[in-house]
């Protein structure tokens, strides 16, 4: 279940990079920052599912049976908040902000890339600073 769990936050890590942004630009085109937001809500609700579960002593974790989901559960949602939910925050933003000024969609794309990933970093960074802090 752990290599399952690993593959499947792996993915998400990716998604979140490279795909989110092509899906935000897309939606943003489609009928503006109503869809944009909605696409982003979607995103960070499966993240709010992923962290939930990769939490639980189902879901592989070997702290859960120790100390209880209480423990593992408010730690998984920040880190994967943080780290998955903050690029997808970083490229709607940036889709919004920047929709205007490009006019090319492949553009627009790689600034919502560029952002993700400087989300994804100032996240893994918050994280590791809060987690410490908590511990």
Known sequence: MRVAISLLEHTFRLASLFLFPAVAVWAWRASGPARLWLATCTGLC?????????????????????YG???TAPRSL????????????????AVQAFAGRLSSGLRLYGV????????????????????????
């Open 46 to 66: 499966l993240i709010v599912l992923l962290a939930a579960f990769a939490a639980s002593a189902t879901g592989g974790n070997a702290l859960a049976p120790v």
């Open 112 to 135: 919502g890339v560029l952002c993700a990933a400087v989300g994804w970093v100032l996240g893994v960074l918050a994280a590791v600073y809060i987690v410490a802090a908590v511990a």
């Open 78 to 93: 920040l880190v994967h908040g943080l780290t998955l939910g903050g690029p997808l925050l970083a490229t709607t933003i």
């Open 69 to 71: 989901y209480g423990y």
